[in-house]
């Protein structure tokens, strides 16, 4: 059966209400609201107005609930009871649920996974669950507390803040290069590439370097595991984030030949908008701490 929300009197009302006959007076409502004496009696007028019922007989300095009140009262009293229990047991499953975020594969494996050892040492009690997809999930609709996204931060909906460059570089490994640590653009032309699968932006950046995508001598990859995998072996120069190689480059395993130096786009968190709970702060502050 569906709620007639507009018959209902005042919330606040109510409540006056069911402190007056919980605590069994207007004084002890009013210190337990926090309101003084008189707000509780107006309240709990009105109501008595609305219903067109007395519920209290006052006699003198005392008080009693009339039948019609003591009916009412205990109805309120089973509806916030319930409520009460409800919140406490949100709160309750909350403070120990996981911090969900969605982000792709390719991020998570390259970027995040190689930090998140720190973000535990500082928050053992923090669980994440990481829910890797390609897709742009709906934070609210699939349960996500945050998410992070490529692309130029202008998401409707959505609060987004920037976390990493996500600049488009090629880089090779050493042994490919044969000790160089520069090419011109005819050495690139004339070499295997390792490339990703219906990619624009990719192909307007090769051609940025003025080479010509469509004559290269090319191997393509359907996610960027797959393609840094095959570049650290050498089988070609690799086209990729910025920020998806930066273990990469400093550990060696691939040299880096160009940087396009582009702010955007990028790599940016997303949380749906208004308070967040303390594990996801906390998260968060250190997402951006690490970047």
């Not at 992070?148 to 490919?176: C, T």
């Not at 192909?203 to 650290?232: C, H, I, Q, W």
Request: without cysteine; hydrophobic residues 45%.
């Amino acid at each position: 059966m569906s709620t007639d929300w507009r018959t209902l009197p005042p919330l606040s009302s109510l409540r006056a209400f069911a402190a007056v006959a919980e605590l069994g007076g207007f004084s002890q409502a009013a210190r337990a609201l926090n309101v003084t004496h008189a707000a509780v009696a107006q309240q709990v007028r009105a109501l008595e107005q609305t219903l067109d019922t007395p519920l209290v007989a006052r006699d003198g300095r005392g008080m009693a609930l009339t039948a019609e009140g003591q009916q009412l009262a205990q109805s309120l009293s089973d509806g916030f009871g319930a409520i009460v229990n409800g919140v406490a047991a949100l709160k309750a499953g909350g403070s120990d649920r996981p911090v969900r975020i969605t982000l792709t594969a390719s991020f998570a494996t390259q970027w995040l996974m190689p930090r998140l050892k720190d973000f535990w040492d500082r928050h053992p009690d923090i669980a994440l669950s990481l829910h890797p997809d390609a897709r742009i999930l709906d934070l609210r609709r699939d349960g996500m507390d945050l998410g992070i996204r490529y692309g130029n931060g202008d998401w409707p909906g959505v609060a987004s803040r920037f976390l990493a460059p996500a600049r488009m570089a090629v880089a090779a490994a050493p042994d490919l290069l044969e000790g160089r640590d520069t090419l011109t653009p005819s050495d690139m032309q004339d070499m295997e590439w390792i490339l990703a699968r219906d990619w624009p932006e990719q192909e307007n950046y090769l051609k940025s370097l003025g080479l010509d995508p469509e004559t290269l001598s090319r191997t393509e990859f359907v996610n960027e595991d797959l393609s840094l995998a095959a570049a650290r072996q050498g089988l070609g120069l690799v086209v990729e984030s910025l920020a998806l190689m930066e273990d990469d480059l400093e550990e060696g395993r691939l040299t880096l030949l160009h940087d396009s130096k582009d702010r955007l786009p990028a790599y940016f968190i997303v949380t749906q908008p208004g308070p967040q709970r303390a594990a996801t702060r906390a998260f968060l502050k250190w997402l951006e701490q690490a970047a």
